[in-house]
């Protein structure tokens, strides 16, 4: 499914083994078994991870780095700036008023977007927090 795509990714049944899979952009998840309380939940986390991709432009979405299980996520980032600001923003022994600032400014990206990959965190997000 391309990015560009509206609809939604849907809830189906694969009949051999009875679970209940979700295909986004090409790839199968299985979310166990089809019509369970359990597999409907995953369904709806898949979907909910999948979102904030939709928004990210082609481009960006092609720039892939190979081999890396574990990409850095957006709030991963958030907190490791938040650790070197606290130890930059410091005026006479204290912490600065920017530390305050900054904290109030990442809320809404940590609100939307704290799961996505920062690797996709691209200008389309950019503008869609500063709407926020």
């Given at each position: ?38 597999s ?48 930059y ?23 939307l ?20």
């Amino acid at each position: 499914m391309s990015p560009r795509s509206r609809t939604v990714p849907a809830y189906c049944h694969d009949k051999a083994p009875g679970r209940a899979i979700v295909r986004i952009e090409g790839r199968d998840y299985y979310l166990g078994p089809f019509g369970s309380p359990e597999s409907h939940e995953a369904y709806e986390r898949r979907i909910a991870e999948w979102r904030p991709s939709r928004i990210v432009n082609t481009a960006a979405s092609q720039v892939r780095i190979t081999g890396d299980p574990f990409p850095l996520v957006v709030d991963e980032a958030i907190l490791r700036y938040k650790t070197f600001a606290e130890s930059y923003y410091v005026k006479n022994g204290k912490l600065s008023k920017e530390i305050v600032d900054i904290k109030y400014s990442l809320r809404p990206v940590r609100q939307l977007y704290g799961r996505l990959p920062l690797r996709e965190f691209g200008p389309l997000v950019l503008k869609a927090v500063r709407q926020r």
